[in-house]
């Protein structure tokens, strides 16, 4: 088994050379490239196809719009993560008011991974110029679009939800790159230390894992103990420096403590999810975790400390460990870009094998990898690629009221269903009801369904118009509302101050804590609590009775067929 620094491609030839050669081989053409195209599509009022789950990218709205008014996450409100989204996704929301939002949010991280990707593959590519274009194109293609790699509905659409997830997932695909492709002893240890705590500030189960793979590259001697120390060192500082500038990371770390004691559970069932979810990833690679191990049997195990540490620093072993750690990632999450952070070890690989020609196992290894790496890619560009196909036919939806977060398309037939869903959900309120005493929703995938989506947002609609008009009507401004949802747009719409001390993206089951006097005091000033009804769930009944305190000794208010609003007195 050959070690990875022992693996080498050569640079091209010298007759393949000219102009259009160098600038095609350039990353940072091909960086700005990307950077341009992201500018534009963040500057122009794009409409984007509909996908499941879109709802979640209300999380970040809601968050965007506290950050705006002075609140902070972890100090002024319950965030289920890390702050470092939130605020880079308000940055550039200053810089692009009118972008919609799942851009956004999708790209909120780019600032941080543009330019260590330029550093790394840049330095890459004096060397190597072939594997930091192989390193680069795959990251730029996996960072473009709002599209996870595992469908939760049929008909096209962009994927609202697991925006942090895909983040955590590019951040972990450059740690692993960096430790095994970046030779200057200096910018390893920078990259490293920016990334670990660009994920210690994202969400800390990212941080676990890389804290995991680092710790494996100084087992094999990847990185000397000191350069690890000094990484640490960095990264320590930093926290605390925010810490104590801010107190971020002692309110973020409180959240994530009583988050872990929200989520208890057994973990065998979440890996039986992560090998069902990805078999078409698994199952090749633990046949080519096989057959590798077969071929270092044949060839013979090391005999000496040097050769098992050589070993260790096997693709074969980084392979092993990596896919363990990002399985474990996986348990924690649900909608990602799962185990893209293999890509850099599966190219070693890959240039380790093109190269045994007359090694008899040589097409049956290649044929795994090409097996392992396709599934990934393939689904990617399909989904995504049925989705922009698709969007010019779709209808847009009418949603002038919510701005850039209105800006989606469906197909006709689901537009037409959605306004048909929002009255049947009004005028049989009884029927959902007897469902929620069930404990039972309307569909098993109600939010993953894209005509459930579609109607949420008429929902929206119908509120915000409906508080105007009661504002109108009454000659009152309502200072602030909270919605009784897993997601509240209407502070953002309605451009007024949230409440504090309570949380975003409330869900009964996992991110939901205990109420606080705080918490009831901030809500007993907030002017309007609302409560959607289209239709009922067990979810939207559990947060009702979750904050049943601050709803008494309000004023209930028929606001309009699909809301109900608690008036403070």
């Not at 999810?273 to 049997?297: D, G, H, R, Y």
Request: one cysteine or more.
């Amino acid at each position: 088994m050959v070690a990875i620094g022992e693996i080498s491609t050569g640079r091209p030839r010298a007759g393949v050379s000219g102009f259009a050669l160098r600038c095609a081989a350039s990353p940072y053409l091909w960086i700005a490239a990307f950077v341009a195209v992201a500018v534009a599509a963040l500057s122009l009022p794009l409409r984007l196809p509909l996908g499941p789950n879109a709802w979640d990218t209300v999380v970040y709205l809601d968050a965007l719009q506290r950050i705006r008014t002075g609140q902070a996450p972890g100090l002024d409100f319950f965030a289920p993560v890390g702050p470092l989204g939130y605020y880079l996704m308000a940055c550039l929301d200053r810089l692009f008011p009118q972008a919609q939002p799942m851009l956004l949010a999708n790209w909120a991280l780019l600032p941080v991974l543009l330019p260590l990707v330029a550093l790394m593959t840049g330095d890459l590519a004096q060397r190597r110029p072939g594997q930091a274009l192989a390193l680069l194109l795959p990251f730029l293609l996996f960072a473009a679009l709002p599209v996870n790699l595992h469908s939760l509905y049929p008909s096209p659409g962009l994927d609202g939800y697991g925006h942090y997830n895909r983040q955590i997932c590019l951040l972990l695909y450059l740690l692993i790159a960096a430790l095994l492709f970046v030779k200057r002893r200096g910018l390893r240890i920078g990259l490293v230390s920016t990334l670990m705590l660009s994920l210690f500030l994202v969400k800390i189960t990212g941080a676990l894992v890389g804290t995991l793979l680092v710790g494996y590259a100084l087992l094999v001697g990847r990185m000397r103990f000191v350069d690890v120390v000094i990484a640490a060192g960095l990264t320590i500082l930093s926290l605390g420096g925010i810490e104590l500038a801010t107190g971020l990371v002692s309110a973020y770390l409180s959240d994530v403590f009583e988050l872990v004691a929200l989520n208890t559970g057994d973990m065998l069932p979440r890996f039986l999810t992560v090998a069902s979810v990805k078999f078409n990833v698994i199952a090749p690679l633990f046949v080519l975790l096989a057959t590798l191990a077969l071929v270092c049997w044949r060839d013979g195990l090391p005999s000496t400390r040097s050769g098992w540490r050589a070993w260790a620093d096997s693709p074969l072993c980084w392979l092993a460990i990596a896919f363990a750690a990002l399985a474990f990632f996986e348990t924690q999450n649900s909608g990602s870009l799962e185990f893209i952070g293999l890509w850099p070890i599966l190219l070693l690989l890959l240039t380790q094998w093109w190269l045994r020609v007359g090694d008899p196992l040589r097409p049956v290894v290649l044929l795994l990898l090409m097996a392992t790496v396709l599934p990934s890619l393939m689904i990617y560009v399909e989904r995504s690629g049925r989705a922009l196909i698709a969007a010019p036919a779709y209808a847009k939806l009418d949603l002038p009221e919510l701005g850039p977060l209105g800006r989606f398309s469906v197909k006709p037939e689901i537009a037409t269903r959605a306004a048909h869903m929002l009255d049947h959900y009004a005028a049989h309120q009884a029927t959902y009801n007897e469902l929620v005493a069930a404990d039972l929703g309307p569909s098993h995938i109600l939010a993953s369904e894209i005509d459930y989506q579609a109607t949420w947002l008429l929902e929206v609609r119908q509120a915000v118009r409906a508080i105007a008009r009661w504002e109108a009507e009454h000659r009152r401004r309502l200072n602030a509302v909270f919605t009784l949802d897993f997601v509240d747009p209407m502070n953002y719409l309605l451009n007024r101050p949230p409440p504090r001390e309570v949380p975003i993206g409330p869900d009964p089951s996992r991110t939901t804590p205990v109420l606080t006097r705080e918490t009831l005091s901030e809500l007993g000033r907030t002017d309007a609590i609302l409560i959607p009804k289209c239709p009922p769930t067990p979810e939207r009944e559990a947060l009702r009775r979750h904050f049943a305190p601050a709803l008494a000794g309000r004023d209930p208010v028929a606001l309009a067929p699909c809301w109900d609003m608690y008036l403070r007195k």
